[in-house]
């Protein structure tokens, strides 16, 4: 089955660090998605990107966030200095459709575990 | 704004049949979505709704009424396995908002 695959699985940065997460989302998918947890709560919608712009941002995506598809298959998400409260569980996600037209394709990555301290 | 209401935990006993509710006030209505979260992993789809009525998937059912705005995910023949996190979550837009999740506890 196919998958959405990030790295690193964990990252430790000191505060005031730029740290980049990269995904690997699935081949034939189009919509791309950053999603965060942090520890006990509820998963955030961070940001959509399509067509190699940004589609929708969340309050969460301020200026010290950035995406970027760099190439034909990575997503990568920076974060450009980081403040302890950045820490949390960051998920991709990549769908092959929008709005009511899913083929039921929208599935997350196994996450990064990002703490700064 | 977004409101997306699901009970934070429920307990229910090896082979039983459980019934997670959701109700949702949001702007704007793409389709609702259950997912699966084990701790320290990634949410895994369990099913979407788009239009309303029943949607069954083997030991897994969701039901969704929009005018109401409520759905339930139903699970048959619990597992110990099925001991997770369930999140319901509505697509408005391009974004999945997501509730607090319910935190299912299977008993032998």
């Known amino acids: 089955e196919p998958e959405v695959t990030q790295t690193p699985s964990h990252q430790v940065t000191q505060m005031g660090q730029e740290v980049i997460l990269r995904c690997v989302p699935i081949?034939?998918?189009?919509?791309f998605y950053w999603y965060r947890q942090i520890l006990g709560q509820k998963v955030e919608f961070l940001v959509s990107?399509?067509?190699?712009?940004?589609?929708?941002k969340s309050e969460i995506f301020d200026d010290q966030f950035s995406v970027e598809r760099p190439d034909g298959s990575n997503f990568t998400l920076k974060i450009r200095s980081t403040k302890l409260e950045d820490s949390a569980m960051y998920f991709c996600a990549s769908s092959d459709g929008q709005g009511q037209h899913f083929n039921y394709g929208y599935t997350f990555g196994s996450g990064t575990r990002l703490t700064v301290v | 704004g977004q409101n997306i209401d699901q009970p934070t935990e429920m307990t229910a006993t090896e082979g039983a049949i459980v019934q997670i509710n959701c109700t949702y006030q949001?702007?704007?209505?793409?389709?609702l979505f259950w997912y699966q979260q084990h701790a320290g992993e990634a949410p895994t789809f369990l099913s979407y709704n788009v239009l309303d009525g029943l949607e069954e998937k083997g030991r897994f059912s969701s039901f969704l009424s929009r005018s109401k705005g409520y759905s339930y995910l139903l699970l048959k023949e619990l597992q110990m396995k099925d001991s997770a996190s369930y999140l319901c979550?509505?697509?408005?837009?391009?974004?999945?908002?997501f509730g607090k999740g319910t935190s299912l506890l299977v008993t032998p």
């Open positions: 949001t702007s704007g209505f793409n389709g």
């Open positions: 990107f399509y067509n190699n712009e940004i589609s929708e």
């Open positions: 979550a509505v697509n408005s837009g391009y974004a999945l908002n």
């Open positions: 081949s034939n998918h189009l919509y």
